[in-house]
């Protein structure tokens, strides 16, 4: 499917409602993911996952909090 797409001035485009229904993409703060090729701009359903990085300063704070935690049980060795 190949459609005309008008840029406004802010840079939003819309895509078309069949070309979204075709590419799974809907209105409910969808991710589309832009990448540039050779031949234009390839556009493709996408999802993005939070991530968050430790310091070493947390990971020894989730470690000491395990250990706490832990500290009353006793585990059988196998």
């Given at each position: 499917m190949t459609k005309v797409i008008c840029i406004n001035?802010?840079?939003t485009l819309t895509l078309p409602k069949k070309m979204r229904q075709r590419l799974g993409v809907d209105r409910n703060a969808q991710q589309v993911v832009a990448?540039?090729?050779d031949d234009g701009i390839l556009l493709r359903p996408g999802i993005t996952f939070p991530l968050e990085l430790y310091s070493d300063k947390r990971l020894a704070e989730f470690r000491r909090n395990n250990e706490e935690s832990l500290?009353?049980?006793r585990f059988k060795k196998k």
């Open positions: 001035d802010r840079g990448e540039e090729t500290a009353g049980y």
